[in-house]
C-alpha cells in the first residue's frame, strides 16, 4: 500500500498593483497578493476492487482564504470527476489523478497542483482443489490450495452434501459427487469451482494356493488367499473372511472366520487351516465383507489334495546322478522302502538315514561326488498318517557332448570369439589343439590344458580366428575328446531404423552399425523424386561425432532411399531404407465438459497405422494475453516457441483415451502434442516434435467491466452496471459509506435515483461467484462525456492550402467507451452551431486550417449533449526555391544545390545532402520532407542538367550594299545547344541573325548560356558609294567599295552603260578615278560587278559629276 506524502510549494502568489502617478512627478505602488501556500497529498493504493483513496491538506494559507479542490483523473485535465467538499476521496480505482487546491480571498486566488498515481496492487484469488475419492461411506476429502490472493473462508455451496461458511481449507466426511465450492479472499469477492469425488469401484480376491509341504495333521492343512484392490482403489479395513467348507460325501459344512483389523491397503494374504481329505474331492466357499460393509462371495473353490512324492535325479560326476525323494502333502516322519533298484546300490551306502523316520521335504541318495548306479528304481513312501505313494525312475548313461559357448569380439575383430568347451557333468583335466587355421597359429599342437578352469572344469579358450579347429581334451572320468571346433565369423552387424517426422509426408531414419564399429562414410544414391538434392549426396556428415556408429537423418519426403556406407572395418554394403512420412492423427476427438470454475476435458486420441507416430504426451497450456505467451494454467510459467512442453510450462494430461477430470482453469486454452523422432546427426540422436492439435476456451469468471451514470445531471444519479458471468446475474448493494446497506435489484443492472456516496456494488452469478466493486457515485461522469480529440493534420499535396480531412476518424475518440448505437456525434464549423445541432459538416470535408466543433448527442434525451472542438491544419507543401535546370561543360561538373532547412534529403542518385555534384547530363530528382505539426509532408522535384559545350561557328551569311538595312545571319556547327548572339559582347540576344545594320567592320559573339564558352569572328558589311566628283579637290575623287580592304581577293569591274568594260581593280587599290585609257569619262551613270572573296556577285550602278 502507497501512504507517502507529497509536498508542493512551486506556484506562483497572484497579485494585484495600482500605480498612482501624481503632478509632482512621483508614484508610488500600491501592491497586495496571497501567500503562496503547501499542499499535502495522501494516496492509498487499490487493493480491492474500487478501494482506492486520496487524502489532502493545506497549509500556509490565508486565514480569510477559502480553499477548493478539483479532481481529474488523468489524462483528461478539462472536466474534473469530483469537487471534493472534505479532505479525502474514495473510491477511487488505480490510475493516475491531478488535485488542483485554489486559494481564494476576494478578486485574488492562486493554486497548487499535485499529480499522484494509485496503483493496482489487487491480487486475484485463484486455488485448485484436491482431495480423495469416496472409498465407503462417506470419507472423501477436498483440499482447497491457493496459489494467488488470500482466501479467509470456505464453503460448499452445492453438491451431495452443502457446508456452510468455514475457516478451513479442508473439507472430510463428503459423498461421491460434483461439489460447487465457494472461496471468498480478504476483498469479499467469492469464487466458484466445480470439483468431483469419485467413489470406489470396489475390490476383487485373488487366490493362490500356496498350501504348506507339511499338513497340520492327518486331517487339516494350511492354505494361503490374497486380497487385492481394484486398480487405482484401496483396501478397506477391518476385514472379515468366512470360509465354508464342504466336506467330501455329505455332511455339515465347516465354517471358519478370520477377521483382520488393519494391514497393506493394495494387497493383503490370509493364511487359514481348513481339513484335509486325502485324496478327495472336495470344496469351499470364501465370503469377504470389507470395512466399507461391500461383500464379495468366491464360490466352489476345489480341493483335491493327496499325499504327491516326485522322484528326481539331479546330476553327479562323470555322468552319474543321485536320487532325490520331493514330498507335498504330507505328515511326517516317513520311511522310503525300494522296491526295485539296479545291482550295486545300497540305499544305506548313499544315505545312512534309510529307510527312515525322515522329516525333511527333499531326502538325497548319493551327492554330487558319488552318484548311484544306472539302472530301474521303484520305491514305496510312507507318511505317519498311514498315506503311501509308490514312484520310478530309471537312470540311463548318457555320452558326454563338450557344448561350446562363443563370444565373438566386437567391431572389426568380430572374426575372433572367445570360446568356452564344457562337458555337462564332468570336469575336463587337459586339453590340446591338434590343428587350427594359419591366422590363429603357424605351429601346431597347442597346448592348452592351462586354460581350463579348475573348479568349474570348462576350458576359455581366448582369441581364437575364425576357422575350424581339432582340439584333444580328457576329463577326470577318463573319457577322451577328439572334438572338432568351428568357429564363425558373424560379421559385422547393421541396421536400419525409422520414424515419423515432425511434417506431414515427411519421415525420419537411423542406421546402426554393430557395436564397437564406427561408419566411415555414407552417400545416399537413390532416393524418391521429391527429395530434390543431385544424387549421389554424401551425406556423411550426418555421421554422429558423439556416437560414430549411428547414422540419422530427418525432414525426408515419403519414399525408398537407398545408401551406400562404408564403415571402419573396410567393408562396402548398401541398404535401403522405406521412409514412411507423417501423418498427423485427424480421428481424435476432444470434448470439453464445462463447470461453474472448472472442466472435465474428455480425451481421445487415436495413433495407428504404420507411418503415425507412437504416442508420446499431451500437455495442456493457457494463454496469458499480458505477456502474450502460453504457459502453465496455474503457474503462469511461459512456455517460449521451440521449448519442450514439460511439467514445468504445461499441465500434462494423463488420460489420453478417458476423462481428464476437476481441471480448475479458465482461459484459452490449446493442448500440444509432444513425440519423439530422430534428429540429423550432426545435430543429436533424436528430437522432439510439438504440434498444436486442439484448442478452446472455457469462460465463466464473474467480472464487473463498467460503471456509469446514467443520468445527464442532477443531485441525485441513476448507475447502471455492466458484468458478465454465467446468466443469470444477481446485482446488489451491500453498503454505503462502509455502512451496511442492503438493496436487491434481483435481474435488473440499473439502480434508480442514487444520493452521492460510496457503495458496495455487489454481482453473484448462477454459479455463485460474487464479485465486488466499491464506487463514489457521485465521481462518476455524466451521460455524456465527451473525449477530447486531437487535431487532425494533413498535408497539402495539391499545395493549394486546402486538404480533405476525415471528420468521421475522430467519432471513436469522441465516443470513448461509450456506445455507438446510444449517442450521434456531429461536427461543425462554429460552437454555436454545434450547440444548436445546425448545419452538420460531411464526414469528408476539404477546407483549409481551421477550427472544428464537435457535438455528442445521448439519443433518447434531446437535452443530453455535450461540445468540444479540435483544430485541422493543412500542413504547407514543401517549396525549394531553386533553379531546376543546369548546364554541364564538356569534361567538368556542377553542383546542384536545395535549400536549405527540410528534415531529409534523397536524391535519385542515392545521396541525402542539400547538394550534389554531378558530371553526366540528364534528369535528377529530388524528395524532400519536412515534419511539422507532427506530421511529416514530402514533395518532389525533377532538376535538368543538360550537357553543353562552347559554339562552333560553321559560316556567317550577310546581306549587305545597302546603307542601314544590311543583315549578319550566324551558322553554328557541331551539336545543338543554348546559345545566345552578340555584336558588342555585351548585349546579347537569343537569335542568330542581326537586321539593319550598317556597313562596316563587326565581332560576331555566340555565348553558350550554360558558361561554357564564347566563340567569335569579325564580319565586314560591304557598300558603295552612290556617285564620286574626280575634280582633284581631294574629295569624292576616286570610287571603290567601302571596306573592300577586308576581303583581299575581291574584284571589282566598271562598265559603261553600254556593257562596255571601262577598268577593273582589286580590294587594294584606292578605286576609279573616271577615266579610261588616261581620258576623263564624261559625268553619267556607271556600273558595276563584284566579285567577292567567297565568290558571290553583285552588281550595282552608281553616278560620276564633275
Known amino acids: 500500500m502507497n501512504n507517502t506524502t507529497h509536498t508542493n510549494a512551486r506556484s506562483t502568489p497572484a497579485w494585484c498593483c495600482l500605480a498612482v502617478v501624481f503632478l509632482l512627478l512621483f508614484s508610488i505602488d500600491v501592491c497586495a497578493q496571497l501567500p503562496n501556500f503547501t499542499l499535502s497529498i495522501t494516496a492509498t493504493d487499490e487493493t480491492c476492487p474500487g478501494n482506492g483513496s486520496i487524502s489532502f491538506s493545506v497549509s500556509g494559507t490565508d486565514p480569510a482564504a477559502t480553499v477548493t479542490y478539483q479532481v481529474f483523473q488523468l489524462p483528461n485535465t478539462t472536466t474534473p470527476i469530483a469537487f471534493p467538499t472534505?479532505?479525502?476521496?474514495?473510491?477511487?480505482?488505480?490510475?493516475?489523478?491531478?488535485?488542483?487546491?485554489?486559494?481564494?480571498?476576494?478578486?485574488?486566488?492562486?493554486?497548487?497542483?499535485?499529480?499522484?498515481?494509485?496503483?493496482?496492487?489487487?491480487?486475484?484469488?485463484?486455488?485448485?482443489?484436491?482431495?480423495?475419492?469416496?472409498?465407503?461411506?462417506?470419507?472423501?476429502?477436498?483440499?482447497?490450495?491457493?496459489?494467488?490472493?488470500?482466501?479467509?473462508?470456505?464453503?460448499?455451496?452445492?453438491?451431495?452434501?452443502?457446508?456452510?461458511?468455514?475457516?478451513?481449507?479442508?473439507?472430510?466426511?463428503l459423498a461421491a459427487g460434483a461439489y460447487q465450492v465457494r472461496v471468498f479472499d480478504d476483498c469479499g469477492q467469492?469464487?466458484?469451482?466445480?470439483?468431483?469425488?469419485?467413489?470406489?469401484?470396489?475390490?476383487?480376491?485373488?487366490?493362490?494356493?500356496?498350501?504348506?509341504?507339511?499338513?497340520?495333521?492327518?486331517?487339516?492343512?494350511?492354505?494361503?488367499?490374497?486380497?487385492?484392490p481394484a486398480i487405482d482403489e484401496t483396501l478397506s479395513y477391518p476385514i472379515t473372511i468366512t470360509y465354508t467348507i464342504f466336506p467330501p460325501g455329505g455332511g455339515s459344512p465347516i465354517v471358519q472366520t478370520t477377521t483382520l483389523t488393519s494391514g497393506s491397503v493394495s494387497e493383503q494374504e490370509f493364511?487359514?487351516?481348513?481339513?484335509?481329505?486325502?485324496?478327495?474331492?472336495?470344496?469351499?466357499?470364501?465370503?469377504?465383507?470389507?470395512?466399507?460393509?461391500?461383500?464379495?462371495?468366491?464360490?466352489?473353490?476345489?480341493?483335491?489334495?493327496?499325499?504327491?512324492?516326485?522322484?528326481r535325479s539331479p546330476p553327479a560326476e562323470c555322468g552319474e546322478y543321485m536320487l532325490t525323494f520331493a514330498l507335498q502333502h504330507y505328515m511326517p516322519p516317513f520311511t522310503i522302502t525300494f522296491l526295485q533298484s539296479p545291482p550295486g546300490f545300497d540305499p544305506v551306502a548313499y544315505n545312512p538315514g534309510h529307510p527312515g523316520p525322515f522329516y525333511d521335504e527333499l531326502i538325497n541318495y548319493g551327492n554330487s561326488n558319488n552318484g548311484v548306479p544306472y539302472g530301474l528304481y521303484e520305491a514305496t513312501i510312507t507318511d505317519s498318517c498311514g498315506h503311501s505313494v509308490t514312484v520310478q525312475a530309471d537312470l540311463q548313461y548318457r555320452d558326454p557332448e563338450p557344448q561350446p559357448t562363443p563370444e565373438p569380439h566386437e567391431g572389426c575383430d568380430s572374426n575372433i570369439s572367445d570360446i568356452m568347451i564344457k562337458v555337462s557333468g564332468y570336469i575336463l583335466n587337459s586339453a590340446v589343439i591338434m590343428s587350427g587355421p594359419s591366422a590363429y597359429s603357424t605351429s601346431y599342437p597347442i597346448d592348452v590344458g592351462h586354460l581350463i578352469d579348475p573348479s568349474a572344469g570348462h576350458l576359455e579358450i581366448p582369441n581364437m580366428n575364425a576357422g575350424t579347429y581339432l582340439i584333444v581334451m580328457t576329463d577326470t572320468c577318463g573319457n577322451t575328446y577328439n572334438y572338432e571346433l568351428i568357429v564363425v565369423d558373424p560379421g559385422s552387424a547393421m541396421s536400419w531404423h525409422r520414424?515419423?517426422?515432425?511434417?506431414?509426408?515427411?519421415?525420419?531414419?537411423?542406421?546402426?552399425?554393430?557395436?564397437?564399429?564406427?561408419?566411415?562414410?555414407?552417400?545416399?544414391?537413390?532416393?524418391?523424386?521429391?527429395?530434390?538434392?543431385?544424387?549421389?549426396?554424401?551425406?556423411?556428415?550426418?555421421?554422429?561425432?558423439?556416437?560414430?556408429g549411428i547414422f540419422s537423418m530427418a525432414s525426408l519426403p515419403d519414399g525408398d532411399y537407398t545408401f551406400e556406407i562404408v564403415d571402419s572395418c573396410g567393408y562396402t554394403r548398401q541398404m535401403t531404407v522405406p521412409v514412411l512420412g507423417y501423418?498427423?492423427?485427424?480421428?481424435?476427438?476432444?470434448?470439453?465438459?464445462?463447470?461453474?470454475?472448472?472442466?472435465?476435458?474428455?480425451?481421445?486420441?487415436?495413433?495407428?497405422?504404420?507411418?503415425?507416430?507412437?504416442?508420446?504426451?499431451?500437455?495442456?497450456?493457457?494463454?496469458?494475453?499480458?505477456?502474450?505467451?502460453?504457459?502453465?494454467?496455474?503457474?503462469?510459467?511461459?512456455?517460449?516457441?521451440?521449448?519442450?512442453?514439460?511439467?514445468?510450462?504445461?499441465?500434462?494430461?494423463?488420460?489420453?483415451?478417458?476423462?481428464?477430470?476437476?481441471?480448475?482453469?479458465?482461459?484459452?486454452?490449446?493442448?500440444?502434442?509432444?513425440?519423439?523422432?530422430?534428429?540429423?546427426?550432426?545435430?543429436?540422436?533424436?528430437?522432439?516434435?510439438?504440434?498444436?492439435?486442439?484448442?478452446?476456451?472455457?469462460?465463466?469468471?464473474?467480472?464487473?467491466?463498467?460503471?456509469?451514470?446514467?443520468?445527464?445531471?442532477?443531485?441525485?444519479?441513476?448507475?447502471?452496471?455492466?458484468?458478465?458471468?454465467?446468466?443469470?446475474?444477481?446485482?446488489?448493494?451491500?453498503?454505503?459509506?462502509?455502512?451496511?446497506?442492503?438493496?436487491?435489484?434481483?435481474?435488473?443492472?440499473?439502480?434508480?435515483?442514487?444520493?452521492?456516496?460510496?457503495?458496495?456494488?455487489?454481482?453473484?452469478?448462477?454459479?455463485?461467484?460474487?464479485?465486488?466493486?466499491?464506487?463514489?457515485?457521485?465521481?462518476?461522469?455524466s451521460l455524456v462525456f465527451i473525449n477530447q480529440p486531437d487535431d487532425l493534420v494533413l498535408c497539402d499535396d495539391d499545395n493549394n492550402s486546402q486538404a480533405t480531412f476525415d471528420l468521421a476518424s475522430q467519432t471513436d475518440v469522441v465516443l470513448g467507451s461509450a456506445s455507438a448505437a446510444d449517442f450521434t456525434v456531429t461536427y461543425h464549423l462554429s460552437a454555436q452551431e454545434a450547440a444548436t445541432n445546425s448545419n452538420p459538416l460531411p464526414a469528408s470535408y476539404t477546407t483549409g486550417s481551421r477550427q472544428i466543433f464537435v457535438r455528442m448527442q445521448y439519443n433518447t434525451v434531446a437535452t443530453c449533449y455535450d461540445t468540444t472542438s479540435f483544430d485541422v491544419i493543412v500542413n504547407d507543401y514543401p517549396e525549394l526555391d531553386m533553379a531546376l535546370s543546369y548546364g554541364l561543360c564538356l569534361g567538368e561538373s556542377t553542383t546542384i544545390t536545395a535549400d536549405a532547412g527540410f528534415d531529409s534529403y534523397l536524391w535519385s542518385t542515392g545521396e541525402t545532402t542539400p547538394s550534389i555534384v554531378v558530371d553526366e547530363a540528364g534528369t535528377y530528382t529530388l524528395d524532400i520532407t519536412q515534419t511539422t505539426n507532427g506530421v511529416t509532408c514530402s514533395a518532389q522535384y525533377t532538376v535538368t542538367v543538360v550537357g553543353s559545350q562552347p559554339p562552333a561557328i560553321k559560316t556567317i551569311e550577310t546581306t549587305d550594299w545597302t546603307n542601314d538595312q544590311n543583315t549578319i545571319s550566324v551558322v553554328l556547327g557541331g551539336p545543338t545547344g543554348d546559345y545566345s548572339y552578340s555584336?558588342?559582347?555585351?548585349?546579347?540576344?537569343?537569335?542568330?541573325?542581326?537586321?539593319?545594320?550598317?556597313?562596316?567592320?563587326?565581332?560576331?559573339?555566340?555565348?553558350?548560356?550554360?558558361?561554357?564558352?564564347?566563340?567569335?569572328?569579325?564580319?565586314?558589311?560591304?557598300?558603295?558609294?552612290?556617285?564620286?566628283?574626280?575634280?582633284?579637290?581631294?574629295?569624292?575623287?576616286?570610287?571603290?567599295?567601302?571596306?573592300?580592304?577586308?576581303?583581299?581577293?575581291?574584284?571589282?569591274?566598271?562598265?559603261?552603260?553600254?556593257?562596255?568594260?571601262?577598268?577593273?581593280?582589286?580590294?587594294?587599290?584606292?578605286?576609279?578615278?573616271?577615266?579610261?585609257?588616261?581620258?576623263?569619262?564624261?559625268?553619267?551613270?556607271?556600273?558595276?560587278?563584284?566579285?567577292?572573296e567567297n565568290g558571290k556577285e553583285h552588281r550595282g550602278h552608281f553616278a560620276m559629276k564633275r
Not at 198 to 224: H, K, P, R
Open 271 to 311: 493364511v487359514t487351516v481348513i481339513p484335509y481329505y486325502s485324496d478327495l474331492v472336495y470344496n469351499y466357499t470364501v465370503d469377504v465383507v470389507d470395512g466399507c460393509g461391500n461383500a464379495y462371495v468366491f464360490e466352489n473353490i476345489l480341493i483335491n489334495k493327496r499325499l504327491l512324492v516326485e522322484m
Open 583 to 781: 501423418e498427423p492423427v485427424t480421428d481424435d476427438t476432444y470434448t470439453v465438459i464445462p463447470h461453474c470454475g472448472s472442466f472435465d476435458l474428455d480425451v481421445h486420441f487415436l495413433a495407428s497405422g504404420p507411418n503415425s507416430v507412437t504416442i508420446a504426451s499431451l500437455w495442456l497450456q493457457r494463454y496469458d494475453p499480458l505477456t502474450n505467451t502460453w504457459g502453465n494454467p496455474q503457474t503462469g510459467v511461459p512456455y517460449n516457441p521451440g521449448d519442450t512442453p514439460n511439467d514445468m510450462n504445461s499441465y500434462r494430461l494423463f488420460q489420453l483415451n478417458a476423462i481428464n477430470y476437476n481441471i480448475a482453469y479458465l482461459g484459452d486454452f490449446r493442448i500440444l502434442h509432444r513425440f519423439q523422432v530422430y534428429e540429423n546427426g550432426s545435430v543429436d540422436l533424436y528430437k522432439l516434435c510439438v504440434e498444436e492439435i486442439f484448442s478452446f476456451t472455457v469462460s465463466n469468471e464473474i467480472d464487473i467491466t463498467n460503471i456509469q451514470k446514467s443520468t445527464c445531471d442532477g443531485i441525485n444519479s441513476n448507475v447502471t452496471i455492466t458484468a458478465h458471468g454465467v446468466p443469470p446475474l444477481t446485482y446488489q448493494i451491500t453498503s454505503k459509506d462502509s455502512q451496511p446497506f442492503f438493496v436487491n435489484n434481483g435481474a435488473s443492472n440499473t439502480f434508480f435515483n442514487l444520493q452521492p456516496a460510496v457503495y458496495n456494488f455487489q454481482v453473484v452469478d448462477a454459479c455463485g461467484n460474487i464479485t465486488n466493486e466499491l464506487t463514489d457515485v457521485a465521481l462518476l461522469p
Open 499 to 548: 520414424l515419423p517426422g515432425c511434417e506431414p509426408g515427411h519421415g525420419t531414419m537411423q542406421i546402426r552399425a554393430g557395436s564397437g564399429i564406427s561408419l566411415h562414410t555414407v552417400r545416399m544414391i537413390a532416393a524418391p523424386s521429391a527429395y530434390t538434392v543431385p544424387l549421389p549426396h554424401d551425406v556423411s556428415y550426418n555421421i554422429s561425432p558423439l556416437f560414430p
Open 983 to 1092: 555584336l558588342d559582347g555585351i548585349n546579347y540576344q537569343s537569335g542568330s541573325v542581326f537586321y539593319g545594320l550598317a556597313p562596316g567592320l563587326y565581332t560576331v559573339y555566340v555565348k553558350d548560356n550554360n558558361g561554357c564558352g564564347i566563340t567569335t569572328q569579325e564580319v565586314h558589311l560591304l557598300a558603295y558609294p552612290k556617285f564620286f566628283t574626280p575634280n582633284n579637290d581631294g574629295y569624292n575623287d576616286f570610287w571603290q567599295v567601302y571596306f573592300a580592304a577586308t576581303e583581299p581577293h575581291l574584284k571589282v569591274y566598271i562598265f559603261d552603260r553600254y556593257g562596255k568594260l571601262l577598268t577593273g581593280f582589286g580590294s587594294d587599290s584606292r578605286g576609279w578615278d573616271g577615266r579610261y585609257n588616261g581620258q576623263e569619262m564624261p559625268s553619267t551613270d556607271y556600273w558595276f560587278l563584284v566579285v567577292r
Open 190 to 228: 467469492g469464487w466458484v469451482i466445480t470439483h468431483t469425488l469419485f467413489e470406489s469401484t470396489g475390490n476383487f480376491l485373488s487366490w493362490a494356493e500356496t498350501d504348506d509341504a507339511v499338513l497340520v495333521d492327518c486331517n487339516q492343512m494350511t492354505i494361503t488367499n490374497t486380497l487385492s
Open 86 to 173: 472534505g479532505n479525502t476521496i474514495n473510491g477511487l480505482v488505480a490510475g493516475d489523478y491531478q488535485i488542483v487546491a485554489t486559494q481564494t480571498l476576494g478578486a485574488l486566488s492562486n493554486s497548487q497542483t499535485w499529480t499522484e498515481t494509485i496503483t493496482d496492487e489487487t491480487i486475484p484469488l485463484l486455488y485448485t482443489i484436491g482431495g480423495t475419492n469416496v472409498s465407503c461411506g462417506n470419507n472423501g476429502t477436498m483440499t482447497i490450495e491457493a496459489f494467488s490472493g488470500t482466501p479467509v473462508s470456505y464453503e460448499i455451496i452445492a453438491g451431495p452434501m452443502i457446508r456452510p461458511l468455514q475457516t478451513s481449507p479442508v473439507f472430510t466426511g
